[in-house]
Structures are given as structure tokens and as C-alpha cells.
């Protein structure tokens, strides 16, 4: 045999491992989302049941799941705070990867304070209590820019600066980074976390965050050319389309644990607007489109958040890129959201 033929059959039976290594992680992945039916959960459940296959990623949620996500492949109520059923799940079929999205968010949380810490707290810790014992390989867990507080620098917000969150949402995301750092560093549980800026979906409607303004004034806009935004024309916050939110998570998700300089939460910056910009933005496709202000408590928690965040880490240890800018995003939220009003 010529040595160049011996050469393409190395490089033939070398490409041929990688395709099975590759087939083989897939194949074996067995994910479990928590939250399912949440804002996040329902668009993060389908781009993964893409990847891995739809019979690989069970849904789950305390609530019924939307259409999409029950009509796609496995869906199964529960109640993250019940550990035993949860262990039922983790240990019946055999999950590798956890990705645990339910949460009450900032503006809900502060009308149950007792209630949200409860559960955002008691379903982390079952979470990572079950990740050790059952040796789970990776788990998801989202921060938010709510981790940072009045006293945090609020534009340029680096990666490691001041964090006095005063907000219950906050406060136990803050907690919530903590335990995932320290459960890497002392049991070695394998968790990867973004701190969010608000997210902007046409599939769900927000959820009780004080950034819900960015997705209400899209129905508004289409269905009565006004709208009445609860925090003032002023009010700069770091925002993400939520295609941008899934590919960074399944990103990080997927990263080389060797490429990861942190394991408390990567900040993601998205594109930081004024709910007055963004108004322009839609009354250059709506241009009879009006825009009033009402601030309400969640005026108090927008000015306590940053403006704008660096992302910097989060580039260099795995790459974090974005596709969507203010004036694609809203075209796209106008299009997609007009049709669903259609
Ligand atoms: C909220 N949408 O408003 C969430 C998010 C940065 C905000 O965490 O609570």
C-alpha cells in the first residue's frame, strides 16, 4: 500500500471515531428541564429536543406544558420542591444533564417575599443535593443581572464588582451562585449558569419580571398602536432576544469544563435600551404608535439594576456571540407577534 493511501485510511478511521464519539454523547444525553412551560424553559425545551432527539429531553413543570412542548416529545408534571418524585425522574431515566429553570421572578417575588426565597432557594439545593448524591454530569441553573444591586457600577458592569442586591429575586440569586460555586469546589457538581438580562420572547408571554415591558409593548403596539410602560422613558436595562439567550445557554452548556475560568455565573450583556428607544424603534414600523409612562414599584428594582454589563469573561472562556441587535429583534418580535394576533 502507497503510504499516501495508508494516510487517507488513518484519516478515514480517525474522522470515523469522532462521528462516533460524537453520535455516542449524543445518544447517551439524557436531559431534564425544570420549568418547562416558562418563559425560557418552553423555547430552551424545543431547540434542545432538536439536538439530543425529542424522546431525550423530558419536560417537566408544576403547570401544564404550552402545545409545542407536550406535542413534542415527554412532559411530565412535578413540583421541584418535591425531592422524592424528582429522584424518581433523575434515577428512572437515567438524566445526564439537569437544566432547572423555575423560578419566581423579581416582581412576583416581591409581592410572596417568604414564599419565593422558599422556593427558589429549596429548589436549587434539591437540585444539586440530588446532582451530588446521583452524580448528575451537568446542570443549568440561570442567574440574572438582579444579582447586582444600587451600589453596583451601572454601566460597564464588570464580571466581579459590587453585589447588594436588595430585591428578593435578587437576594437569592445571589444565594443561588454561592451554592453552585461551592458545590463545584467541594463535591465537584458540574453546574453552568448566565446571569440573564431581561429576555424578549414572541412564543410565551413574560412572566411576572420587571423587564416584561420589552415583550407587552410588542401586543400592545399591534393591537391598540399605544401603550402604558410601567417604568419610566428613561429606564436603560441590559436586554437579549431569546434565540441569543438559548445558543448562549446551550453554549455554555456544551463548552470544554477546562475553558471555564468561573462557576458562580457568566454575565451576558444582550443589548441595553430605554423603553424610549425602543418605542422609536417600533414607530419606525408602526409609526401612529404611542408610548405613555406609568412607573410602578418596578421602577425601584429597574433603578437598582445596571444599565449596561461587560461580558468580556464570558467571550473568552466559550465564545459568547450575539445575532440579533435592537432593530432585527423588534422586526422580527412585530412580525412573529403579528402573526400570532392574526
Ligand atoms: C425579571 N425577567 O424581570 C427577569 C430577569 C433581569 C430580569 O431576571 O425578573
Request: charged content about 25%.
Amino acid at each position: 500500500m502507497l503510504p499516501c493511501q495508508s494516510v487517507t485510511l488513518l484519516l478515514q478511521q480517525y474522522f470515523f471515531l469522532l462521528l462516533r464519539e460524537f453520535f455516542n454523547n449524543q445518544l447517551m444525553e439524557k436531559i431534564l428541564v425544570i420549568g418547562c412551560s416558562g418563559q425560557i424553559g418552553s423555547e430552551l425545551t424545543l431547540e434542545l429536543r432538536k439536538i439530543y432527539g425529542e424522546s431525550k429531553v423530558i419536560a417537566t413543570d408544576i403547570r401544564p406544558a404550552p402545545s409545542e412542548v407536550a406535542g413534542t416529545g415527554p412532559f411530565e408534571i412535578l413540583d421541584v420542591l418535591d425531592a422524592s418524585k424528582l429522584q424518581l425522574i433523575l434515577e428512572h431515566e437515567k438524566i445526564t444533564q439537569i437544566y432547572h429553570l423555575a423560578a419566581i421572578l423579581s416582581g412576583n417575588a416581591e409581592k410572596r417575599p417568604l414564599a419565593s426565597w422558599d422556593i427558589n432557594m429549596r429548589s436549587l439545593m434539591n437540585v444539586l443535593e440530588l446532582a451530588r448524591e446521583l452524580r448528575i454530569p451537568k446542570i443549568f441553573w440561570p442567574s440574572s443581572i438582579a444579582v447586582f444591586g444600587p451600589t453596583t457600577p451601572r454601566f460597564d458592569t464588570p464580571q466581579y464588582t459590587i453585589m447588594e442586591p436588595n430585591t428578593v429575586y435578587g437576594i437569592s440569586k445571589l444565594a443561588g451562585e454561592r451554592w453552585i460555586e461551592y458545590y463545584f469546589n467541594k463535591y465537584g457538581v458540574d453546574t453552568r449558569s448566565l446571569r440573564y438580562p431581561g429576555l424578549i420572547s414572541y412564543k410565551t408571554e413574560a412572566g411576572g419580571g420587571t423587564t416584561d415591558y420589552a415583550v407587552e409593548i410588542f401586543y400592545e403596539a399591534i393591537k391598540h398602536k399605544k401603550y402604558e410602560c410601567f417604568l419610566g422613558p428613561d429606564s436603560a436595562l441590559p436586554m437579549m432576544f431569546m434565540p441569543d439567550a438559548i445558543h448562549a445557554t446551550i453554549d455554555v452548556m456544551e463548552a470544554d469544563a477546562s475553558k471555564l475560568s468561573l462557576r458562580s455565573s457568566y454575565n451576558v450583556a444582550g443589548i441595553s435600551f430605554t423603553p424610549k428607544i425602543l418605542a422609536e424603534e417600533i414607530k419606525k414600523h408602526i409609526p401612529e404608535f404611542e408610548i405613555t409612562y406609568k412607573p410602578d414599584f418596578r421602577q425601584a428594582i429597574a433603578d437598582s439594576w445596571p444599565a449596561r454589563i461587560n461580558d468580556d469573561v464570558a467571550k473568552k472562556d466559550w465564545g459568547l456571540h450575539y445575532e440579533f441587535d435592537l432593530p432585527k429583534m423588534t422586526y422580527v418580535m412585530l412580525h412573529e407577534v403579528g402573526k400570532k394576533l392574526q
